[in-house]
T-cell receptor, first 120, second 113 residues
């Protein structure tokens, strides 16, 4: 069990460029989440996948943001036409859940180390 | 609206002493989960402890314990015998619905030698 892996760890880009981040969850986890964390704040939920299906997107996720999890394994988060306000830490988490919406249980989410994005 | 409140932006504790980090929450759900995470300067969120809303006993994990007071809607984290490596940001979180977490703004803990 290698934990949740995120790449790259840091990304510096110019405003208007596109960026893509990758997340590799814990291998047996079927649920995957993306969060955004700005300075001095706790993480904010962006989106959630159950296997390959994207089941929820936050209103924080504008049309410039897209996330995929094509085979229910790794996920990518793409930001198009980046803006300075997109500068943040992007965190990925995974968990083991059962059913489409049920299995409240603990549903402990395990996080990666994040990708820190700086938009100049 | 569901909300997590952490009112202590920063805390200091002497090494080997115990410290309590405060967390209050607001929810209309009957079933919910409460979590504490540690975030060192490296950025990774490390899971510490979980408390279910129907759990009758306070959760404990090694040096971490959760003081759960349901009527007061508080879920304070107690760290016993603090170590220098405990210096980090600590976040309280609540599971909203089946999977979404809501986080507080965090408390920065500094352990003094």
């Amino acid at each position: 069990d290698t934990g949740v892996s995120q790449n790259p760890r840091h990304k510096i880009t110019k405003r208007g460029q596109n960026v893509t981040f990758r997340c590799d969850p814990i291998s047996e986890h079927n649920r995957l989440y993306w969060y955004r964390q700005t300075l001095g704040q706790g993480p904010e939920f962006l989106t959630y996948f159950q296997n390959e299906a994207q089941l929820e997107k936050s209103r924080l996720l504008s049309d410039r943001f897209s996330a995929e999890r094509p085979k229910g394994s790794f996920s990518t988060l793409e930001i198009q036409r980046t803006e300075q306000g997109d500068s943040a830490m992007y965190l990925c988490a995974s968990s083991l859940g059962t059913g489409a919406s049920g299995g409240l249980g603990k549903n402990i989410q395990y996080f990666g180390a994040g990708t820190r994005l700086s938009v100049l | 609206a569901q909300k997590i409140t952490q009112t202590q932006p920063g805390m200091f504790v002497q090494e080997k002493e115990a410290v309590t980090l405060d967390c209050t929450y607001d929810t209309s759900d009957q079933s919910y989960g409460l979590f504490w995470y540690k975030q060192p300067s490296s950025g990774e969120m490390i899971f510490l402890i979980y408390q279910g809303s129907y759990d009758e006993q306070n959760a404990t994990e090694g040096r971490y314990s959760l003081n759960f007071q349901k009527a007061r809607k508080s879920a304070n984290l107690v760290i016993s015998a603090s170590q220098l490596g405990d210096s980090a940001m600590y976040f309280c979180a609540m599971r909203s619905g089946a999977y979404k977490y809501i986080f507080g703004t965090g408390t920065r803990l500094k352990v003094l030698a």
